[in-house]
């Protein structure tokens, strides 16, 4: 079963404008990463934040994590026409022993028009 | 370039006849995974290999087998195909087996049943 929500389910947007996507998800967890997938492609990791950290930038992007709450958000700054994709987020559940199995939510597809 | 690669890109067979997808990695990767994507949907793990320690998920069909005869090569097998195994399957590997890094995927396989 997933164990990760994503909001919205999908999102359209202008070209230059920022895009936020939520995530939440159910049990203490080790980490969160997010992932993009292009249409007809496997999936490219974007960024990992530990459970002890509460934010982490990679260029245009912006990921928090609040642990309290249980849930994570990915900004997209300034988003171009290639950003369109679905994005995943995923976590690695606390206790997970020797697995590493990434819990997946259900995506939220973003549309950039240019 | 070290990648993920997956072959064919697209495979179609008929309903219950074997078939075999392929993955095989440049990373030196100890951990390999198997998903099964659906449209729409998140992955879904179905096993994973540590070097040649195998786990599979307490739910994947006794339909789906692997293989992974070296570190480089991970072999997907469905024995009797039925309509419902139409999906994107992807290939991952990972440096370590407790989650800690990210996930490398292949562009994946796009398996029709007719």
């Known amino acids: 079963s997933q164990q990760g929500e994503e909001d919205p389910q999908a999102l359209s947007i202008q070209e230059g404008e920022n895009a936020t996507m939520n995530c939440s998800y159910k049990t203490s967890i080790n980490n969160l990463q997010w992932y993009r997938q292009n249409s007809g492609r496997g999936l490219v990791h974007l960024i990992l934040?530990?459970?002890?950290?509460r934010e982490k930038h990679s260029g245009r992007l912006r990921v928090t994590l609040d642990t309290s709450k249980k849930s994570s958000s990915l900004l997209i700054t300034a988003s171009r026409a290639a950003d369109t994709a679905s994005y995943f987020c995923a976590t690695v559940r606390h206790g997970s022993g020797n697995t590493g199995k990434l819990i997946f939510g259900q995506g939220t597809t973003l549309q950039v028009k240019p | 370039d070290a990648m993920v690669i997956q072959n064919p890109r697209y495979q179609v067979t008929q309903f219950g006849k074997p078939v075999t997808l392929s993955c095989s990695q440049t990373?030196?990767?100890?951990?390999m995974y198997w998903y099964q994507q659906k449209s729409s949907q998140a992955p879904k793990l179905l096993f994973h290999y540590y070097d040649k320690d195998f786990n599979n998920e307490a739910d994947t069909p006794d339909n789906f087998q692997s293989r992974r005869p070296n570190t480089s090569f991970c072999f997907l097998d469905i024995r009797s195909p039925g309509l419902g195994d139409a999906a994107m399957y992807l290939c991952?590997?990972?440096?370590?087996?407790?989650?800690?890094?990210?996930?490398?995927f292949g562009d994946g396989t796009r398996l029709s049943i007719l």
């Open positions: 934040i530990r459970s002890n950290e």
């Open positions: 990373l030196n990767h100890n951990v």
């Open positions: 991952a590997t990972s440096r370590d087996r407790v989650g800690n890094q990210p996930q490398h």
